[in-house]
């Protein structure tokens, strides 16, 4: 199972798009039912996944080197990016207060005046999510309430998931209990790195039985898995194991999300989707921050899997200041001048 360049990308260069109001996001209504049921693991999926690195390497340069969208059409993608941002604070001087500033951004990401001279006010646009650590989610859950914003949690002894498999269970189930809707949980790399995939697959099957009804959202740690075909293999993994989203890092490794290591994992949600029929969630975490590097990711999840996974639900980001580039950028839109970063603080 190699990966293979998308046949259907267009050769013109720059993203085709449409004007704001038709393209930004409504506001998220909440989670239906789970994306991936999973399926049982199947030994064959995963030895036949060989990735051409090279291969891989050619086809990440290109989404770097077309040129950008631009006036109304930039600010409509940067719309869509604002929706599918998991605003996030995973401090370890977390307090109420930040989180409570936190979810207020996220209920009003982009200022009022600004959504107003582009006319779209009436669009309600907020973040797809609020993440923190377990203490703080009942905190966030009050905060949000009524909002339909998901209130997201990081468990599994994140980031390291080094603590006992009993804790672990019991950190998610008690973040579930608290009102997590989505639950961030972490592989153990070992089972990667010494290709001990039946472990890997019981582990996240542990997982999404605690999960329940939430969504799992599942870190594979890229920056720790040596090779491409391990991310490949470990992605394919966590989805038979039932992973709604597979997500590339904790944003505390030292090599975060990247273009080639996304592709890797879009390719095979799209190979996991033509053998199962169930579709999976992405989630790029980790050294995301300009408005432009936004615009690369969501370039790159509409031409290898379409505009089906361009909404919230089936796509994320997991940052923290981004937002705050994004809506520097909006402001030069509408103003024609840029503004001093301190004057988009995001809690």
Known sequence: MSVKRNSTVSGKGAVQAVPIKANAPEATEGHGDLLNPGTPFNADWVN??????????????????????????QAAWLLKAVSCIDLTTLSGDDTPGRVKRLCAKAKNPIRADLLKAMDVEGLNITTGAVCVYHSMVETAVEALKGTGIPVAAVSTGFPACMSPMPLRLQEIEASVAAGATEIDIVITRHYVLTENWKALYDEV??????????????????GQLSTLNNVAKASMVCMMAGADFIKTSTGMETVNATIPVSLVMIRM????????????????????????????????????LGEDWLNPEMFRFGASSLLADIERQLEHHVSGQYSANHRHSIA
């Open 48 to 73: 036949d996944i060989k990735i051409n690195q090279s291969a891989v390497e050619r086809r990440a340069a290109t989404l770097k080197t077309r040129r950008s969208p631009k006036k109304a059409f």
């Open 205 to 222: 099957l542990a997982y999404r039985k605690a999960c329940g009804n939430a969504h799992m959202k599942t870190i594979i740690s890229t």
């Open 269 to 304: 949600i799209r190979q996991y989707e033509e053998l199962t029929g169930f579709k999976v969630g992405f989630k790029p975490a980790g050294g995301i921050a300009t408005a432009k590097d936004s615009t690369h990711y969501l370039v790159m999840i509409k031409e290898e």
